[in-house]
């Protein structure tokens, strides 16, 4: 009894002493950095290809097609990432020109009317005058040829030679007024319908010019061809256009996709521009979700490289296509960056650890892995790695807990 009330309290002095060097051991170690545990899983080595997501079907809306007009400035745009419906404005352009146009032309045909109705006024009224001094002339004409018609047994009884003569005189006046009024009633209505016609031509042009430019000024304000939502188009600095900027009429600004179904736009660097080809597999994580991996498979390589999007640098690249094998619309906008793998090879349940995770020491590649009362270095021996991972042939084992990240790597960069 007295050797187990010895061993009793010895026994607890120890429990106790091992408690706290454990305890000590997993405070220092947990100050040391992040642990994390080794697990199985698929190796994927290849190629790097970054790029933006986009989608399959897209409306790409930019300034309306109106001659003479080159240079558009924007006065709304429908905020990005606002979702619309069909019909609804999403961007218009300044109208300030176009409705100067429409005021001038509108008054051109509007004094081309009055024009128009002045001169079929005066020539109203000047046909009514020559009509009076036509009938007239006419009257005159009459009288004379009755006279001259007389018979000249009679004539010579009423009239003297002389007062016959003075009859021919009057009727050769008579009718040369008659003919003279005649022609030149005819002339001043061809002059008044050619006039007419001038200005009925100039106000048909003008009346015209009034339909396009109010036609025009309605397609100022572009509406959504479809339910959606807004985005911004990037132009070739990787600039957005704004409110109150001027765009060339062929560019576009705005894009309403249809996000249920996305694709990938890539590119991969020229030196690993021969290893590409449709059909591979891609596996990638946008910026805005990296802890999401999405998988697709390449539709269409480029047979040319060309210079990297929104760079000056002269950086040649392979651009490609991928299609995404599943569309989250919650999650995924055309625009997002993505940094992702061209499958080139699959491992197939290899032991991983984290590329951060292996550190240099005299004796070859180590990791730390963190035991029950200290911290171990273990070397180990590698196989093949990507980006992210590296394979594990020997040292550690499945569900060892090894340091991934210390302060001095925060703090100072050590590899």
Known sequence: MK????????AAVV??????????????????GEWVAINRGDLVTGI??????????????????????????????????????????????????????????????????KEIEKTRGDVALHRDDDRLELAEAEGR??????????????????????????????????????????????????????????L?????????????????????TVTAPR??????????????????????????IIEIPDLRKMKANGEVDEADAGKVAVGQR????????????LRGTISRAGRTVQQQTGTKDPIKVLKVDISVDRTDPATMRPGMRYQGTVELERIRNALLIPRSAVFVAPEGAVVYRRGLLAV??????LGRENARFAEVLSGVSAGDRILVSTRDDKEGGKS
Not at 48 to 71: F, H, K, M, R, Y
Not at 200 to 214: D, F, M, P, Y
Not at 234 to 239: L, P
Request: glycine residues 4%; hydrophobic residues 40%; neutral net charge.
């Open 3 to 10: 050797r187990v009330r010895l061993i009793v309290p010895a």
């Open 15 to 32: 429990l106790f002493f091992l408690g706290g060097w454990t305890l000590r051991n997993k405070l220092a170690a947990d100050r040391q």
């Open 48 to 113: 790097e290809v970054t790029g933006t997501l986009a989608a399959v079907e897209s409306d790409l809306l930019g300034p309306p097609q109106i001659p003479d007009v080159w240079d558009f400035k924007i006065s709304m745009m429908a905020p990005e990432g606002s979702d619309v419906k069909r019909g609804e404005p999403v961007v218009a352009f300044d109208t300030t020109e176009l409705q100067r146009r429409l005021d001038e032309n509108r008054a051109l045909a509007e004094q081309a009317m």
């Open 141 to 198: 004409l009459r009288r004379a040829e009755t006279k001259l018609d007389t018979p000249a047994d009679v004539m010579a009884l009423v009239m003297a030679l002389k007062e016959r003569r003075e009859v021919q005189l009057d009727y050769g006046v008579a009718k040369r007024e008659v003919t003279e009024i005649a022609l030149r009633m005819d002339e001043t209505q061809r002059a008044a319908e050619a006039q007419i016609r001038l």
């Open 200 to 220: 009925q031509s100039k106000q048909t042009v003008a009346e015209s010019i009034v339909a396009r430019t109010e036609d025009a000024i309605r397609r100022m």
């Open 227 to 252: 339910d959606g939502t807004v985005v911004y188009v990037t132009n070739w600095r990787g600039d957005k256009f704004k409110v109150g900027d001027t765009c060339w009429k062929a560019l576009r």
């Open 282 to 293: 891609v596996s990638f994580r946008l910026d805005a979700h990296p802890d999401e991996e």
């Open 376 to 381: 171990h270095a273990v070397p180990v021996k």
